[in-house]
C-alpha cells in the first residue's frame, strides 16, 4: 500500500520547507500534539530527545538550524502505508561555527494523522554531528546503495513478509535467506560498534551479525511496525537487554530495511539504530 495522495503531498510541502531552512512554514504541516524525536545524548546534542507539540519542535528546529546548514539532502529509498512512511536519506550538513561538513545516513519515519504529519522519528548516528561542532573532521557514514537489486519488483509482498519473518526468528542464523551476493549495511562508526559500516557477500554479512550478537545479550526483540512495497521490507523495533562490555541496560530503537530479489532471497540489509545514549 501506498502513502495517500494527501499525505504524499503533505510530506512533499514539509521538505521544500525544511530542505531551504523555512522551519516557521514547515510547522503548518505538523499536527498540533506532534512527536518528534532526534537520537542522541541531550547533555552533549541540546537538541536530542522527544519533543511534543507545535511548539517545542519549533524550539528545536530552531536550535537545529543554528547550529547546522543542510547542504543536500537525496532520498534513496521509500517504504510506505496509507498513513505512514519510512525514508531512507542520504543528508549532508555543515556546522555554522566550525564550517565541518558532515554526511549521515538518516532514516525519517513519519506518520500521518488527518492530513498532517502526527509524529517523526529520526534513526542516525549523531556521532558525526558533534565531531563537526567540535571542530574535527566528521567520519563519514556509509550511504544507501541508490541503484536497485535486480529483479527486486518482482518479489511479491506476501512472499516478502513471509521472508522476513522467518528472518528474525531464525537471527543470527540466517544464511540460507541471503543470496551469495548479499551485502548489509549499518550506518555509524565501527570503533565504537564494530557491526557498523558496509558489508558484502553472505560471509561478510552474516560476520556483521555476529559482531552485533557479540555487543549486546538481548532480552527481548519486539517488532513494533512493518511496511512492504514491491519486495522491499521495512520494520521498526524495540531491543531491550544490555551491553556485553559494560552490563549497561538498553532499550534500544532500530529500523530493519529488507530488499529482496525475484527469487525471495535477501539480497539487502540496512540497520539504523537509535543507541547514541550508549555512546
Known amino acids: 500500500m501506498k502513502l495517500s495522495q494527501q499525505n504524499l503531498e503533505t510530506m512533499n510541502k514539509y521538505y521544500e520547507h525544511t530542505n531551504t531552512g523555512d522551519f516557521r512554514g514547515a510547522v503548518q504541516y505538523l499536527t498540533d500534539d506532534v512527536i518528534y524525536r532526534i537520537p542522541g545524548n541531550p547533555d552533549i546534542i541540546p537538541y536530542s530527545g522527544d519533543w511534543k507539540g507545535k511548539d517545542r519542535v519549533l524550539q528545536v528546529f530552531d536550535a537545529f538550524n543554528n547550529s547546522f546548514g543542510l547542504v543536500d539532502m537525496t532520498e534513496t529509498v521509500t517504504v510506505s502505508g496509507e498513513n505512514e512512511i519510512m525514508s ?6 555543515v556546522s555554522r561555527t566550525s564550517r565541518q561538513p558532515w554526511r549521515v545516513g538518516v532514516v525519517h519515519h513519519m506518520q500521518f494523522r ?5 509524529s517523526l522519528n529520526n534513526y542516525t548516528d549523531m556521532t558525526p554531528a558533534i565531531q563537526a561542532l567540535a571542530g574535527r573532521t566528521a567520519i563519514s557514514i ?4 541508490i541503484d536497485p537489486i535486480e529483479g527486486i519488483e518482482q518479489c511479491s509482498d506476501s512472499i516478502a513478509e513471509v521472508v522476513i519473518d522467518e528472518y528474525y526468528s531464525k537471527f543470527p542464523d540466517v544464511g540460507s535467506l541471503l543470496e551469495d551476493q548479499a551485502e548489509a549495511l549499518s550506518p555509524g562508526d565501527n570503533r565504537k560498534f564494530r557491526f557498523s559500516g558496509r558489508w558484502k557477500g553472505k560471509a561478510e554479512v552474516l560476520q556483521m551479525l555476529k559482531l552485533f550478537v557479540d555487543s549486546f ?8 511496525g512493518k511496511l512492504v512495497n514491491n519486495g522491499t521490507v521495512a520494520t521498526s523495533l524495540i531491543l531491550k537487554g544490555e551491553t556485553k562490555a559494560t552490563k549497561k541496560p538498553i532499550e534500544m530503537k532500530a529500523v530493519d530495511l529488507f530488499q529482496l530479489n525475484q527469487d525471495g532471497k535477501i539480497g ?12
Open 88 to 93: 531512507f536519506n542520504d543528508e549532508i550538513f
Open 114 to 118: 488527518d492530513g498532517l504529519i502526527s
Open 142 to 145: 556509509p550511504m544507501l546503495p
Open 217 to 224: 545479550i538481548i532480552d527481548s526483540s519486539t517488532v513494533t
Open 268 to 279: 539487502r540489509i540496512s540497520s539504523f539504530f537509535d543507541a547514541s545514549d550508549l555512546l
